[in-house]
């Protein structure tokens, strides 16, 4: 399955990348753009990026002031300015936090369904609401809790999905709206993955258990799930790097 692209996903374009990852490298030393492709592709594989856009990026913090650069041996090197070194302290401070906290959403996912690492620590409040569109335009909300939902259908002989939601928020801390649960909920039903049955006639609580469709389709969801959130959670560590001021 096809990863999206994160940075297009949560408002941190290739091109924010790219300028970060510039600002970075630069604020040690003067670099080449030829130096600055090569790494960005190691350090990013799988990001589709031209050597011809990562120069247009140098050349456009240039001329926003952020960088300078002088010629050396026919090509050009770029070093940091002040007004760069601004740039860079406020992509750290607008960024590092969010993604921080987005980080540990991820880290928990990403032990529950490998068991590799140490464990990290359990949450002790949910996700802020701020940074919840951001998690949910990086993963697919749709897969983690049809995930969690057939994982509990494999345990329970009923359940409802207002549990799939607290088990969600324990693990993790975070989960999708109720309206959310419930929608793929129907969803899921029409599938032929859950059957549902009313608790009684005033139809306030809807049990649901497991089919076979649905025992199968669990493999394919959590082997989904475990190459997309591995793939992010690469990421997000390298950015964290550039990020952190410290």
Known sequence: MKIPSFQESVGFS????????????????????????????ETFPGRKVGYEYVARVAKQLETNGHLTSIVSDGKKVYSINDSGLMRLHNYQDNYFKRFNEVAAVIDRMHHHLSHNGKKPESPILPLHSDFRPYLAKLLSVKDVVRYMALKMSLKRSTFYMAEVGEQLNDLFGWTPSNGYLYQLAREMEE???????????????????????????????EQ??????????????????????E
């Open 14 to 41: 290739v091109k924010d990348t790219l300028a970060l990852y510039w600002l970075h490298l630069v604020s040690t030393n003067p670099t080449y753009p030829r130096d600055v492709y090569q790494q960005f592709v």
């Open 191 to 221: 599938s032929n993955l859950l059957i549902g049955q009313w608790r009684d006639e005033r139809r306030t609580v809807r049990y649901l258990k497991g089919t076979e469709a649905g025992d199968l389709f669990l493999h394919t969801v």
């Open 224 to 245: 989904s799930l475990v190459e997309r959130i591995t793939s992010v959670r690469t990421y997000l560590q390298y950015i964290l790097k550039f990020l952190n001021k």
